[in-house]
Protein backbone atom coordinates (compact mmCIF):
# COMPACT_ATOMS: atom_id res chain seq x y z
CA UNK A 1 0.00 0.00 0.00
CA UNK A 2 1.41 3.46 -1.08
CA UNK A 3 2.45 5.72 1.84
CA UNK A 4 0.16 9.35 1.68
CA UNK A 5 2.28 10.68 4.49
CA UNK A 6 4.59 12.44 2.21
CA UNK A 7 1.52 14.20 0.06
CA UNK A 8 -0.02 15.06 3.86
CA UNK A 9 3.20 16.42 5.43
CA UNK A 10 3.69 18.85 1.75
CA UNK A 11 -0.08 19.90 1.95
CA UNK A 12 0.03 21.12 5.43
CA UNK A 13 3.31 22.74 4.53
CA UNK A 14 1.76 24.66 2.08
CA UNK A 15 -1.33 25.30 4.00
CA UNK A 16 1.10 26.83 6.72
CA UNK A 17 2.55 28.98 3.88
CA UNK A 18 -0.27 30.36 2.37
CA UNK A 19 -1.75 31.36 5.53
CA UNK A 20 1.36 33.47 6.36
CA UNK A 21 1.09 35.34 2.40
CA UNK A 22 1.69 38.62 3.11
CA UNK A 23 -1.80 40.89 3.43
CA UNK A 24 -1.93 44.57 1.70
CA UNK A 25 0.72 46.82 3.45
CA UNK A 26 -2.86 49.19 3.26
CA UNK A 27 -4.58 47.05 5.61
CA UNK A 28 -1.55 46.39 7.57
CA UNK A 29 0.32 48.76 10.43
CA UNK A 30 2.70 50.20 8.59
CA UNK A 31 6.41 50.44 10.12
CA UNK A 32 8.92 53.12 9.40
CA UNK A 33 12.79 52.35 8.66
CA UNK A 34 13.43 52.69 12.55
CA UNK A 35 10.76 50.00 13.44
CA UNK A 36 12.07 47.75 10.14
CA UNK A 37 15.64 47.82 11.68
CA UNK A 38 14.33 47.90 15.19
CA UNK A 39 12.63 44.32 14.29
CA UNK A 40 15.76 43.12 12.33
CA UNK A 41 17.89 43.81 15.55
CA UNK A 42 15.72 41.66 17.82
CA UNK A 43 15.60 38.95 15.39
CA UNK A 44 19.68 38.65 15.32
CA UNK A 45 19.86 39.16 18.78
CA UNK A 46 17.39 36.30 19.22
CA UNK A 47 19.47 34.25 16.45
CA UNK A 48 22.72 35.17 18.59
CA UNK A 49 21.28 34.06 21.65
CA UNK A 50 19.86 30.43 20.53
CA UNK A 51 16.29 31.36 21.39
CA UNK A 52 13.72 32.46 18.47
CA UNK A 53 11.39 33.13 21.49
CA UNK A 54 13.12 36.15 22.00
CA UNK A 55 12.00 37.25 18.10
CA UNK A 56 8.85 39.02 17.52
CA UNK A 57 6.88 36.45 15.21
CA UNK A 58 3.77 36.44 13.90
CA UNK A 59 1.24 33.61 15.07
CA UNK A 60 1.60 31.80 11.65
CA UNK A 61 5.15 32.75 10.84
CA UNK A 62 7.27 31.21 8.36
CA UNK A 63 10.73 30.47 7.66
CA UNK A 64 13.07 29.39 5.17
CA UNK A 65 16.71 28.40 5.30
CA UNK A 66 18.82 27.56 2.26
CA UNK A 67 15.37 27.39 0.44
CA UNK A 68 13.45 24.94 3.28
CA UNK A 69 10.94 25.39 5.45
CA UNK A 70 12.05 25.31 8.43
CA UNK A 71 10.45 25.73 12.30
CA UNK A 72 11.84 28.59 14.14
CA UNK A 73 14.87 27.44 15.68
CA UNK A 74 15.92 24.69 13.69
CA UNK A 75 18.73 25.01 11.34
CA UNK A 76 21.25 28.01 11.95
CA UNK A 77 19.94 28.43 15.13
CA UNK A 78 21.46 25.63 16.61
CA UNK A 79 24.94 25.89 15.68
CA UNK A 80 25.18 29.85 15.16
CA UNK A 81 28.21 30.66 17.45
CA UNK A 82 28.28 34.18 16.69
CA UNK A 83 27.62 36.85 14.22
CA UNK A 84 30.53 39.01 12.12
CA UNK A 85 30.48 43.62 11.74
CA UNK A 86 29.66 43.04 8.35
CA UNK A 87 26.54 44.58 8.41
CA UNK A 88 24.50 45.88 5.60
CA UNK A 89 20.75 46.77 5.89
CA UNK A 90 18.05 48.34 3.92
CA UNK A 91 14.26 48.94 4.41
CA UNK A 92 11.07 48.98 2.33
CA UNK A 93 8.86 50.70 3.88
CA UNK A 94 6.15 50.23 1.04
CA UNK A 95 5.94 46.35 1.63
CA UNK A 96 6.89 46.30 5.31
CA UNK A 97 10.22 44.43 4.14
CA UNK A 98 14.15 44.84 5.33
CA UNK A 99 16.93 43.64 3.77
CA UNK A 100 20.44 41.86 5.49
CA UNK A 101 23.95 40.87 4.46
CA UNK A 102 26.30 39.36 7.13
CA UNK A 103 28.75 36.70 8.30
CA UNK A 104 27.53 34.22 10.81
CA UNK A 105 29.96 32.09 12.52
CA UNK A 106 29.12 27.92 13.19
CA UNK A 107 31.69 26.59 15.23
CA UNK A 108 34.75 26.22 12.90
CA UNK A 109 32.60 27.42 9.55
CA UNK A 110 32.38 31.51 8.77
CA UNK A 111 29.65 31.76 5.98
CA UNK A 112 28.39 34.99 4.31
CA UNK A 113 24.81 35.31 4.49
CA UNK A 114 21.48 36.93 3.36
CA UNK A 115 18.36 37.73 5.31
CA UNK A 116 14.85 39.24 4.30
CA UNK A 117 12.03 40.07 7.25
CA UNK A 118 8.69 40.32 6.20
CA UNK A 119 6.95 43.00 9.30
CA UNK A 120 3.47 43.12 9.68
CA UNK A 121 2.45 44.64 12.78
CA UNK A 122 5.88 45.19 13.94
CA UNK A 123 6.12 41.24 14.06
CA UNK A 124 7.92 38.94 11.62
CA UNK A 125 5.50 36.99 9.15
CA UNK A 126 8.49 36.09 7.11
CA UNK A 127 11.92 35.09 7.67
CA UNK A 128 14.11 34.04 4.23
CA UNK A 129 17.84 33.12 4.63
CA UNK A 130 20.33 31.74 2.52
CA UNK A 131 23.86 30.88 4.33
CA UNK A 132 26.97 30.25 1.82
CA UNK A 133 28.77 27.61 3.91
CA UNK A 134 32.09 27.42 1.91
CA UNK A 135 31.30 23.30 2.71
CA UNK A 136 28.24 23.47 0.40
CA UNK A 137 28.11 26.26 -1.93
CA UNK A 138 29.36 24.83 -4.54
CA UNK A 139 31.99 27.62 -5.54
CA UNK A 140 35.68 27.96 -4.64
CA UNK A 141 35.80 31.58 -3.57
CA UNK A 142 33.65 31.51 -0.41
CA UNK A 143 35.06 33.91 2.05
CA UNK A 144 33.50 35.72 4.97
CA UNK A 145 36.12 38.54 5.28
CA UNK A 146 33.67 40.71 4.08
CA UNK A 147 34.52 44.66 4.73
CA UNK A 148 31.77 47.59 4.75
CA UNK A 149 31.72 49.05 1.17
CA UNK A 150 30.39 53.32 0.92
CA UNK A 151 28.78 52.56 -1.86
CA UNK A 152 26.34 50.13 -0.60
CA UNK A 153 26.06 52.11 2.67
CA UNK A 154 25.75 55.29 0.29
CA UNK A 155 22.49 57.34 0.63
CA UNK A 156 21.94 58.27 -3.18
CA UNK A 157 21.18 62.15 -3.71
CA UNK A 158 17.22 62.37 -4.46
CA UNK A 159 18.33 63.50 -8.32
CA UNK A 160 20.14 60.43 -8.82
CA UNK A 161 17.63 57.75 -7.28
CA UNK A 162 15.35 55.76 -9.66
CA UNK A 163 11.80 54.78 -9.41
CA UNK A 164 10.98 51.47 -7.67
CA UNK A 165 9.64 50.46 -11.52
CA UNK A 166 13.07 51.38 -12.59
CA UNK A 167 15.08 49.46 -10.10
CA UNK A 168 13.31 46.05 -10.36
CA UNK A 169 13.60 46.56 -14.27
CA UNK A 170 17.30 46.99 -14.06
CA UNK A 171 17.81 44.05 -11.58
CA UNK A 172 15.54 41.70 -13.77
CA UNK A 173 17.43 42.65 -16.47
CA UNK A 174 20.61 41.96 -14.95
CA UNK A 175 19.26 38.48 -14.77
CA UNK A 176 18.17 38.61 -18.77
CA UNK A 177 22.00 39.41 -19.66
CA UNK A 178 23.23 36.23 -17.15
CA UNK A 179 20.33 34.07 -18.74
CA UNK A 180 20.99 34.73 -22.34
CA UNK A 181 24.55 35.33 -21.94
CA UNK A 182 24.78 36.16 -25.81
CA UNK A 183 27.20 39.52 -25.37
CA UNK A 184 24.14 41.83 -25.20
CA UNK A 185 23.13 43.76 -22.39
CA UNK A 186 19.79 44.35 -20.93
CA UNK A 187 20.80 46.33 -18.14
CA UNK A 188 22.97 49.35 -17.54
CA UNK A 189 25.87 49.67 -15.85
CA UNK A 190 28.35 51.87 -13.85
CA UNK A 191 31.74 51.89 -15.87
CA UNK A 192 32.89 51.32 -11.98
CA UNK A 193 30.34 48.49 -11.07
CA UNK A 194 31.88 45.62 -9.27
CA UNK A 195 30.72 42.38 -7.81
CA UNK A 196 30.93 40.49 -4.65
CA UNK A 197 29.50 36.76 -5.01
CA UNK A 198 29.67 35.24 -1.14
CA UNK A 199 31.67 37.51 -0.18
CA UNK A 200 34.45 37.23 -3.00
CA UNK A 201 34.92 40.31 -5.41
CA UNK A 202 34.42 38.46 -8.92
CA UNK A 203 34.98 41.82 -11.08
CA UNK A 204 38.14 44.23 -11.38
CA UNK A 205 41.13 42.33 -9.88
CA UNK A 206 43.66 40.65 -11.21
CA UNK A 207 44.40 37.60 -8.48
CA UNK A 208 41.53 35.97 -9.28
CA UNK A 209 40.69 32.33 -9.78
CA UNK A 210 39.73 32.69 -13.41
CA UNK A 211 40.85 35.59 -15.69
CA UNK A 212 37.64 36.44 -16.34
CA UNK A 213 37.29 38.17 -13.07
CA UNK A 214 40.34 40.67 -14.35
CA UNK A 215 37.02 42.09 -16.17
CA UNK A 216 34.40 44.85 -15.17
CA UNK A 217 30.54 44.02 -14.86
CA UNK A 218 29.94 45.22 -18.23
CA UNK A 219 33.05 43.45 -20.10
CA UNK A 220 32.04 40.17 -18.72
CA UNK A 221 28.67 40.02 -19.96
CA UNK A 222 30.02 41.38 -23.58
CA UNK A 223 32.37 38.49 -23.59
CA UNK A 224 29.58 35.79 -23.49
CA UNK A 225 31.26 33.61 -21.12
CA UNK A 226 27.78 32.29 -18.93
CA UNK A 227 26.77 30.76 -21.19
CA UNK A 228 26.40 27.78 -19.05
CA UNK A 229 23.76 29.55 -16.91
CA UNK A 230 20.72 28.14 -18.62
CA UNK A 231 18.03 29.91 -16.28
CA UNK A 232 17.26 32.52 -13.67
CA UNK A 233 14.36 31.24 -12.68
CA UNK A 234 11.37 31.73 -9.71
CA UNK A 235 12.70 35.57 -10.09
CA UNK A 236 11.09 37.73 -6.90
CA UNK A 237 12.07 41.53 -6.36
CA UNK A 238 11.13 41.80 -2.64
CA UNK A 239 13.26 44.46 -0.73
CA UNK A 240 13.59 47.78 -2.54
CA UNK A 241 14.94 50.91 -0.66
CA UNK A 242 14.70 53.72 -3.27
CA UNK A 243 16.29 56.08 -0.38
CA UNK A 244 19.50 53.63 -0.31
CA UNK A 245 19.57 52.59 -4.13
CA UNK A 246 19.05 48.84 -2.67
CA UNK A 247 17.06 46.20 -4.09
CA UNK A 248 17.21 42.51 -2.91
CA UNK A 249 16.19 39.89 -5.40
CA UNK A 250 15.43 36.36 -4.57
CA UNK A 251 15.64 33.07 -7.62
CA UNK A 252 17.71 30.91 -9.08
CA UNK A 253 20.53 29.78 -11.33
CA UNK A 254 20.01 26.56 -13.17
CA UNK A 255 23.03 24.57 -14.64
CA UNK A 256 21.69 21.96 -17.28
CA UNK A 257 25.39 20.93 -17.11
CA UNK A 258 24.88 19.80 -21.08
CA UNK A 259 27.31 22.89 -22.69
CA UNK A 260 30.85 21.89 -23.53
CA UNK A 261 32.69 23.89 -26.26
CA UNK A 262 31.45 27.14 -27.05
CA UNK A 263 32.56 30.32 -28.43
CA UNK A 264 33.33 33.78 -26.94
CA UNK A 265 32.20 36.87 -28.49
CA UNK A 266 35.92 37.97 -29.32
CA UNK A 267 36.09 34.54 -30.81
CA UNK A 268 37.95 32.36 -28.83
CA UNK A 269 36.69 28.81 -28.25
CA UNK A 270 36.29 27.93 -24.56
CA UNK A 271 35.48 24.35 -23.02
CA UNK A 272 32.58 24.69 -20.23
CA UNK A 273 34.42 22.77 -17.12
CA UNK A 274 32.11 24.39 -13.97
CA UNK A 275 28.93 22.92 -14.39
CA UNK A 276 28.69 19.55 -16.21
CA UNK A 277 26.32 18.05 -14.59
CA UNK A 278 22.33 19.15 -13.58
CA UNK A 279 23.14 22.01 -10.87
CA UNK A 280 21.47 24.75 -8.95
CA UNK A 281 21.75 27.85 -6.59
CA UNK A 282 19.46 29.41 -4.95
CA UNK A 283 20.25 32.97 -4.02
CA UNK A 284 19.50 36.32 -2.61
CA UNK A 285 21.17 39.06 -4.55
CA UNK A 286 21.22 43.38 -4.01
CA UNK A 287 21.93 45.84 -6.58
CA UNK A 288 22.99 49.32 -5.66
CA UNK A 289 21.22 51.75 -8.25
CA UNK A 290 22.88 55.24 -8.64
CA UNK A 291 21.91 57.04 -11.76
CA UNK A 292 19.82 55.08 -13.10
CA UNK A 293 23.00 52.51 -13.29
CA UNK A 294 23.63 49.31 -11.56
CA UNK A 295 26.72 50.33 -9.42
CA UNK A 296 27.29 47.42 -7.08
CA UNK A 297 26.08 43.94 -6.85
CA UNK A 298 26.05 41.64 -3.34
CA UNK A 299 25.15 37.75 -4.08
CA UNK A 300 24.88 35.03 -1.38
CA UNK A 301 23.90 31.82 -2.91
CA UNK A 302 24.31 27.80 -2.46
CA UNK A 303 23.89 24.87 -3.82
CA UNK A 304 20.28 23.48 -4.06
CA UNK A 305 19.40 20.60 -5.86
CA UNK A 306 18.50 21.12 -9.44
CA UNK A 307 15.21 22.28 -10.51
CA UNK A 308 14.45 23.04 -6.60
CA UNK A 309 10.84 24.49 -6.52
CA UNK A 310 10.67 27.87 -3.89
CA UNK A 311 8.57 27.72 -1.73
CA UNK A 312 8.23 31.51 -1.48
CA UNK A 313 6.11 31.12 -4.64
CA UNK A 314 6.40 34.20 -7.24
CA UNK A 315 6.00 37.34 -6.98
CA UNK A 316 4.15 39.91 -8.93
CA UNK A 317 7.56 40.56 -10.70
CA UNK A 318 8.92 37.29 -10.96
CA UNK A 319 8.65 35.06 -13.69
Known amino acids: MRSTGAPLLLSLAVLTLAAAVPVPVAAASRCDRACL ?24 AVTSENNVVLT ?50 GRIVEAETIVARPQEAGVPFVTAAISANPVLNEIVPPALRSSRARMIELADGYFDTLQQNDGRLHTVFDDQCNRREDGYQTTNRNDGIIPLMKLGCADQF ?34 AGRLGEYTLTDGRVVQSTIFRHPHSYCLLETFKIRGGKIQQVEAVFTTVPYRMPSPWGHGPASR
Open 37 to 60: YGVLDAYLNALKAKDPALAPWAAR
Open 72 to 121: AGDGLWGTVTGLGDYDLRFADTATGQVGFHGVVQETDTASPFALRLTVRH
Open 222 to 255: RLGWYRYDDRLRARRFEVVDEERGLVMAAGFIDH
